[in-house]
């Protein structure tokens, strides 16, 4: 047989299967579950029936029904106006809390493992002492001696959450600090701020945005645990934690006012759980690898 031959053959031979990986299924799941909650509170105020604090007496406790699909609480207020309203409070405090973790812890992490030494020891004792204490215990303090309100959560769960961010920085510093890449940029004279921007913050961005995914679910968990307790959005603006509180007085006679807020948070957490394991697993070159 001729190479013509050959050729021709390969020619018509049919092309070879490329295999195309689709995404992770939890983190479409993950990440279609939490959009749709996201734009459930960003258009509150269009889907809302109700405005969220007002009260209709003659329809205290109500079962859903086509005027209240969800209910009403003990003061007659729609539950899925106060439910949709309610959102905004525990996504914008957790998810607030997290970025200023993350943008902070971040910072103290890869400055701890560039410098090492004295400012690695102190910064990592530090660390170490708010590891040691569970976020929420940290958090409640913290609010307690703030204040309640929006303000004082978010630097309470941000800095209950900012130990672990930190730990993440610095090691992926440590890994790529004696690297030649960055061996490299300082024989030519790079600034240290640069060294740090462009030549290791980018090693660090696949495992702080899954860490970021993985304490969010946590930052909401401790909002809504914080509004149960009084500490958080202050009455009569609604919150799911503030909402399950209320309704605990009056579950006697009807449980949708618990219901809703403990069923809203279940697949809140949910979401971002799937959307974390997702992140983790496509972000991860060694389960990538394995997948492969």
Known sequence: MTQTDLQGEAALAPPARTRIKLPDTRLLIGATGVGLIVLLALLAPLLAPYDPNAQHLAARLRPPSPQYPLGTDHLGRDLLSRLLYGLRPSLLSGLAAVMLAGVFGTAIGVVAGYFRGVPD?????VLDLLIAWPAIFIALALVLLLG??????????????????????RAVTLANTGLLHVEAAVSIGASTPRIMLRHILPFAIPPLIVQFAIAAPQAVIAEASLSFLGLGTQPPDP??????????????????GALVPIATIA??????????????????????????
């Open 239 to 256: 919150s799911l934690g503030a909402m399950v509180s209320n309704a605990l007085l009056y579950l006697s006679r009807s449980i949708y």
């Open 121 to 125: 020891a102190l910064i990592g004792r």
């Open 148 to 169: 309640p309100g929006p303000t004082g959560i978010v630097i309470a769960i941000g800095l209950a959450e900012l130990p672990v961010f930190a730990r993440v920085a």
């Open 267 to 292: 697949v809140l957490i949910l979401c971002l759980t799937l959307l974390a394991d997702g992140l983790q697993e496509t972000l991860d070159p060694k389960r990538r690898m394995r997948r492969g």
